[in-house]
C-alpha cells in the first residue's frame, strides 16, 4: 500500500539550479525520511525528520515537515548532475511499518 | 561496517523452481525487511523482522517465505512463482529505537536481488 503522493513525477533543471519535491501522505507518522536511487539499485538514506520537528537540513538538502497539511518537501540547492536519481518520501507510522511514497525522478543536466 | 549485503545480485527461475534470497547485516540492526519494487514504482514492504520475530506481514502470498535465522541474516524463499513477481527485490536492515516514541532510525538498504521468473 502507497501512503502518499509526490509531486512531480519527474523534474528537469540545469547543474546549479535548486530542485523542490514534495510529499503528501495520508495518515499521522512517526517520522518522514527521504531516501535516492539511483537505477534502479538499492537506495540511501538522505535525511529523517521527527514529527515534532518543521525543518531540518544537511549539506545542501533542506527537508520541512507540515504536519498539520501531511506534507514535506526536499530542496536541494545548487543540484550536480551526480544528483540525477529517484527520489523518495517515506513514512513511518509505528511498529516499523515505513511506506513510500511514489517518488520524483529528477534529471539534472550538465 | 555499514553494509546490508544481498545475493544474488540477478536471479532467473522457472516457475516450479525453489529458491532463496539472501541479506546479511553487521550493524546490530535488530529489525529487518523485505521490499518488493517494480519498474518505475516505489518499493513496496513485504515483511518486518523486530528482534528475529516476525511482526509485519504485508499480506505477501505464501509462495514467499521469509526467514530470520538470526539477528544479521533474513532469507526470503520461493516457491512457485508467477511472472508477475518478477521485480527488484530489496533487504533493508533498522536501529529498533524506542516505538513508543517513533525513534525508529534510518533504514540500510541493500543493492537488491533482480528477479525474473520465466
Known amino acids: 500500500s502507497q501512503q502518499g503522493e509526490e509531486d512531480p513525477q519527474a523534474l528537469s533543471i540545469q547543474e546549479g539550479e535548486n530542485a523542490t519535491m514534495n510529499c503528501s501522505y495520508k495518515?499521522?507518522?512517526?517520522?518522514l525520511q527521504w531516501y535516492r536511487q539511483n537505477s534502479g539499485r538499492g537506495l540511501v538514506h538522505l535525511i529523517l525528520i521527527r514529527s515534532n520537528e518543521r525543518e531540518k537540513h544537511s549539506g545542501r538538502l533542506r527537508v520541512t515537515l507540515d504536519t498539520s497539511k501531511k506534507s514535506s518537501s526536499l530542496l536541494i540547492t545548487a543540484s550536480r548532475a551526480a544528483d540525477t536519481a529517484s527520489y523518495f518520501c517515506?513514512?513511518?507510522?509505528?511498529?516499523?511499518?515505513?511506506?513510500f511514497g511514489a517518488g520524483t525522478r529528477l534529471f539534472v543536466k550538465a | 561496517d555499514t553494509e546490508v549485503t544481498q545475493t544474488p545480485k540477478h536471479l532467473v527461475m522457472g516457475m516450479t523452481n525453489k529458491k532463496s534470497l539472501k541479506c546479511e547485516q553487521h550493524m546490530g540492526h535488530r529489525a529487518m525487511y523485505w521490499y518488493k519494487q517494480k519498474a518505475k514504482k516505489p518499493p513496496e514492504l513485504m515483511f518486518v523482522y523486530s528482534y528475529e520475530k516476525l511482526s509485519i506481514n504485508e499480506s505477501v502470498p505464501s509462495r514467499f517465505s521469509p526467514e530470520c535465522p538470526n539477528s544479521s541474516l533474513l532469507n526470503l524463499h520461493l516457491h512457485a512463482l508467477q511472472p508477475e513477481d518478477s521485480a527488484l527485490y530489496l533487504c533493508a536492515s533498522s536501529q529498533t529505537g524506542t516505538q513508543k516514541k517513533g525513534m525508529n532510525t534510518e533504514a540500510f538498504f541493500g543493492q537488491g536481488t533482480r528477479l525474473t521468473v520465466v
Open positions: 495518515t499521522s507518522i512517526n517520522n
Open positions: 517515506a513514512t513511518e507510522t509505528g511498529g516499523f511499518k515505513t511506506i
